[in-house]
């Protein structure tokens, strides 16, 4: 909290927020990308949406069977976290790109993104499965 006020104070704020912090999360999206584009199935459609410098990359998976939360839920049992993104979506509630998402934190070290890319893959890849069933579509 010192430094933050200290910083604040002194008016480099944006200064270091431009030429430190932006440039690292470029950096970690960047490196996001690469695991996505080298790990995950090629017969799946996904998007990485543009980095604008946050601590988070959106993550499109086109025609999910099911929802952004039993997604969140299944890779959950596998000990990998996201954020399921539909509820960050405002306005129409019914496009399915709504359930489509979710939020994949950069605050991790390298070696735990790619550790958690290839859970991802690996979970996706049984999801897209024709065999597959979500846990909630048995009830």
Request: with cysteine.
């Amino acid at each position: 909290q010192r430094m933050v006020v200290n910083t604040l104070k002194n008016g480099k704020l944006p200064e270091i927020s431009a030429n430190y912090i932006r440039t690292h999360y470029k950096q970690k999206h960047d490196y996001l990308k690469n695991l996505l584009t080298t790990r995950m199935p090629d017969d799946i459609s996904w998007y990485l949406h543009k980095a604008e410098g946050s601590l988070f990359g959106w993550l499109w998976l086109e025609g999910l069977p099911f929802s952004d939360n039993d997604l969140y839920n299944k890779l959950k049992a596998e000990n990998l976290i996201v954020v399921p993104g539909g509820s960050f979506f405002h306005g129409n509630r019914s496009c399915p790109h709504n359930q489509e998402c979710i939020r994949i934190s950069l605050t991790a070290t390298d070696e735990e993104l790619k550790k958690g890319i290839d859970i991802l893959s690996s979970v996706v890849k049984k999801v897209y499965s024709s065999d597959f069933i979500c846990e909630t579509e048995k009830i």
